[in-house]
């Protein structure tokens, strides 16, 4: 019997959906199809995608985030997990959104397969749950560092539980550590409905 391509869940955010490409596995592994223009095109996604993106996060506990681009190169993203294991979070930060400050996580790993596809007026960051944990993702605009923008990741607003063991501080780059909360943002991004 043959298996879809991929199977797309919706989330309780829309708009982000997670992605679990089918996996064709043997004794010398598997092989699957992260990404085919065609395939999600007929499923109703036709996203454009200039730039690969690839980090390694040396140890558990490492927080990346919680990071946007703004207009004019405001990014879509879909984001998997290329080796180990780590917990990808979403914040919608549409002004007028139903959703506005709701979080969503999905834990992505290497043997899970799942993508999480995070569209354009939404925060992104993730943690490692596994030590040298790659995350790799395509973007829909290129990076502009004069559009580059964050809120902390710890904002008690927003209130996610990133997993963090008691009394184990999370790795942070200092962009990170000094980012805004969302109630100081003017967010770049408008709800359409």
């Known amino acids: 019997m043959e298996r879809d391509p991929v199977q797309i869940t919706t989330t309780k955010l829309p708009g982000v959906l997670i992605l679990t490409p089918a996996r064709f596995g043997d004794a010398r592994g598997f092989f699957s199809e992260s990404w085919n223009r065609k395939t999600l095109a007929a ?10 993106n690839h980090s390694l996060s040396a140890q558990i506990g490492t927080i990346r985030g919680l990071h946007f681009q703004s207009p004019p190169h405001a990014q879509a993203k879909l984001v998997r997990c290329g080796r180990g294991c780590l917990f990808d979070v979403v914040v919608d930060i549409r002004r007028g959104s139903p959703s506005y400050g709701h979080w969503l996580g999905a834990e992505l790993s290497a043997e899970n397969g799942q993508q999480i596809l995070v569209p354009a007026g939404f925060l ?8 040298d944990t790659e995350i790799i993702y395509k973007c829909t605009d290129y990076y502009a560092p004069a559009c580059d923008g964050a809120v902390r990741f710890d904002d008690p607003d927003i209130g996610i539980d990133w997993g963090l063991p008691a009394g184990v ?6 962009k990170d550590a000094a980012a805004p909360l969302l109630r100081d943002l003017d967010s770049p991004f408008i709800f359409e409905g």
Do not use: K, M
């Open 43 to 52: 499923q109703g996604i036709t996203l454009d995608f200039v730039q690969d």
């Open 124 to 131: 992104h960051g993730f943690i490692t749950r596994a030590p």
């Open 169 to 174: 501080a999370p790795v942070l780059s200092d």
